[in-house]
């Protein structure tokens, strides 16, 4: 059968551990929300300057990367020019070689018609 007193000494015997667990429960989460609230106040201040800084390095980094792809077009057109002058240089070398040429050969064909010849000239009268 059901004893009351039993039962009330069970109570009075369990009330307060559940009393003090439960207790020590609300503590635990109170003590856990506020050092979430105070890690999450933490981080929100510090990553703020961190999120303005990146947000700032993107708009350098991309400001970067159009100057580099200017300079990079400006080089590429200067390696065309290069190229160019140096197709002028060498046509420009073959042609005064074939100059040269014919200077040499003019050159040589006056030395043998001024050479006095080994054979005795006659005189006209």
């Known amino acids: ?5 039993a039962f009330y000494s069970f109570l ?3 009330a307060p551990l559940l009393g ?14 506020r050092a979430d609230d105070w890690a999450n106040t933490l981080l929100n201040n510090h990553l703020a300057h961190i999120q303005a ?8 980094t991309k400001l970067t990367n159009d100057l580099l792809r200017t300079a990079d077009r400006r080089d590429l057109d200067s390696v065309i020019r290069v190229g ?9 070398q ?3 070689q074939v100059v040269w040429d014919g200077v040499l ?8 018609r001024t050479r006095p010849s080994s054979r005795p000239r006659t005189r006209r009268r």
């Open 1 to 5: 059968m059901f004893d009351p007193t």
């Open 12 to 14: 009075k015997w369990a």
């Open 20 to 33: 003090a667990s439960g207790f020590l429960l609300t503590l635990r989460k109170d003590f856990l929300k």
């Open 53 to 60: 800084s990146m947000s700032e390095v993107v708009i350098e």
């Open 84 to 92: 160019e002058v140096k197709q002028a240089l060498i046509l420009n």
């Open 94 to 96: 073959d042609k005064q």
């Open 105 to 112: 050969k003019s050159l040589t064909l006056l030395e043998d």
